[in-house]
C-alpha cells in the first residue's frame, strides 16, 4: 500500500467518525440549531439523518472497495468527498455558532484534502486509460446543462430584483444570515463547473470522462440530502414543498440512470 493510499485511508477513516459524531448530534440533539431560523434547522435535522443512514455507510464501503482495487468505489468515494466539501462549507459560514462548530471545521478539512487525493488518484488512473465511448455523452452533458440553468434562473429570480430595489434575498433575510453560502458555491463553483464539465465532455477530453461520474454522484446524493430536508420540513410543518421532492427525486433516478452506464466501463486500477 503506497503513501497516497495510507493518507487517503487515514482521512476517510477520521472524515468518517467525524461525519458519524456530527450527524448523530444534529440529528438527535435538539440544542444543536436553536440559534437558526426553524427553517434552516429543520432542514440541517434531514440532512443529518441523511448523513447518518446513507453518507456514512457508503463512505466506509466505498473506501473497502477502494481498498480492493475497485475505480467504481474510487469514483463514488470521489462523489461523497465533494458532497461533504460542499455540505460543509455551508455548515462552516450558514450554520450559527454552536457546539459542533470545531467538529463542522475538521470535516470540512478532511473532506477537502480527501478529494484531492481521489482525484489524484484517479487521474493516474485516466492515464493509463482510453476514454469510455460507453459513457452517455449528449444526455449528461445536457443533464448537466439544464441543473445549471435551472438553479440560475433559481437564486438569480431571488437575488437581481433584490439588487434592483436594495434589498435583502427572501432566503437570506428569512434564514437570518449575511449572506446564502449556497447562492456562493453554486453561482461562483458549482454551477460553472458543470457547464465545464458538458462542453468538456461534448468535446470527448480524457479528462471530461474522469470529471463526470464525480459531478453524478454529487448530484445524486444532493438531492438525496434536498429529498431529506424537504420530508423533515412536512414532518414538522414548517412547509409544504412535497413537489420539490419529486423535482429532486427526478433529478437523482436522471442521475443514476446516468451514472450506470458510464460506470461499467470501469473495473479495476493498479
Not at 52 to 69: D, K
Not at 136 to 144: E, G, M, N
Not at 186 to 210: E, N, Q, S, T
Request: proline residues 3%.
Amino acid at each position: 500500500m503506497n503513501l497516497s493510499i495510507r493518507i487517503h485511508t487515514l482521512l476517510t477513516i477520521l472524515l468518517t467518525i467525524s461525519l458519524a459524531v456530527i450527524s448523530f448530534y444534529g440529528a438527535f440533539d435538539l440544542s444543536t440549531y436553536e440559534r437558526d431560523a426553524t427553517s434552516i434547522a429543520v432542514q440541517g435535522i434531514g440532512q443529518d439523518f441523511v448523513d447518518l443512514f446513507l453518507i456514512v455507510p457508503v463512505l466506509v464501503i466505498s473506501l473497502i472497495f477502494t481498498l480492493r482495487s475497485s475505480i467504481i468505489g474510487l469514483f463514488i468515494h470521489s462523489g461523497i468527498s465533494l458532497y461533504i466539501v460542499y455540505s460543509f462549507f455551508i455548515y462552516c459560514f450558514g450554520v450559527h455558532f454552536n457546539n459542533l462548530f470545531l467538529w463542522y471545521c475538521a470535516v470540512l478539512g478532511l473532506s477537502f484534502y480527501t478529494f484531492i487525493i481521489d482525484i489524484r488518484l484517479l487521474s493516474l488512473i485516466e492515464n493509463r486509460r482510453e476514454s469510455s465511448r460507453k459513457f452517455p455523452v449528449k444526455s449528461t452533458a445536457i443533464y448537466f446543462l439544464v441543473i445549471a440553468v435551472m438553479f440560475y434562473t433559481l437564486w438569480l429570480k431571488d437575488i437581481i430584483p433584490a439588487i434592483a430595489t436594495d434589498g435583502v434575498p427572501t432566503t437570506v433575510s428569512d434564514y437570518r444570515l449575511l449572506v446564502n453560502p449556497v447562492h456562493v458555491l453554486d453561482i461562483a463553483l458549482v454551477l460553472p463547473g458543470l457547464i465545464i464539465a458538458a462542453f468538456l465532455l461534448l468535446r470527448k477530453k480524457r479528462y471530461a470522462f474522469l470529471l463526470a461520474p464525480v459531478l453524478l454522484i454529487f448530484i445524486i446524493l444532493m438531492a438525496i440530502a434536498l429529498i431529506g430536508m424537504v420530508i423533515a420540513m412536512l414532518f414538522k410543518g414548517v412547509s409544504d414543498e412535497s413537489s420539490v421532492a419529486a423535482i429532486f427525486t427526478l433529478l437523482a433516478v436522471a442521475g443514476i440512470v446516468l451514472l450506470i452506464p458510464g460506470l461499467k466501463s470501469f473495473k479495476r486500477y493498479e
